[in-house]
């Protein structure tokens, strides 16, 4: 008499699954603000620090390189040492991302977000 019902059973097991892979997304992005990565050039002259999600957070650079005659060799260390931390952050949140990712049983390689 009710057999389309059991329909309605996986469609609520399937909105608590989304509702708590919407839980685990926000506690990963809490996650990944908290997680710092860095990038250098330069052998270290210059390094970059950034949240797992690529946000900048602090730039160190040895005195060393101030030189006048070589502002765009201490530019181009510089964007060396960004551009190496945002691919660290990607790196790392991809990383983070899988780990969440295989927690929940999706399959490996999956992108998340979808």
Same mark, same amino acid.
């Given at each position: 008499?009710?057999?389309?019902?059991?329909?309605?059973?996986?469609?609520?097991?399937?909105?608590?699954?989304?509702?708590?892979?919407?839980?685990?997304?926000?506690?990963?992005? =809490?996650?990944?603000?908290?997680? /710092? @990565?860095?990038?250098?050039?330069? #052998?270290?002259?210059?390094? !970059?620090? *950034?949240? $797992?999600?690529?946000?900048?957070?602090?730039?160190?650079?040895?005195?060393?390189?101030? =030189?006048?005659?070589?502002?765009? /060799? @201490?530019?181009?260390?510089?964007? #060396?040492?960004?551009?190496? !931390?945002? *691919?660290? $952050?990607?790196?790392?949140?991809?990383?983070?991302?899988?780990?969440?990712?295989?927690?929940?049983?999706?399959?490996?390689? /999956?992108?998340?977000?979808?």
């Amino acid at each position: 008499m009710f057999k389309g019902l059991g329909g309605l059973g996986d469609m609520a097991g399937m909105m608590k699954k989304a509702q708590e892979m919407q839980a685990k997304m926000g506690e990963m992005q =809490d996650n990944l603000n908290a997680i /710092m @990565v860095t990038g250098e050039s330069g #052998a270290g002259l210059v390094k !970059a620090t *950034a949240t $797992a999600k690529g946000e900048l957070t602090a730039l160190d650079i040895d005195p060393s390189i101030f =030189d006048p005659e070589e502002k765009e /060799m @201490v530019e181009d260390l510089i964007l #060396a040492a960004i551009k190496d !931390a945002q *691919a660290r $952050a990607a790196e790392r949140s991809q990383e983070e991302m899988g780990k969440m990712a295989e927690g929940l049983g999706l399959p490996p390689g /999956m992108k998340l977000p979808f």
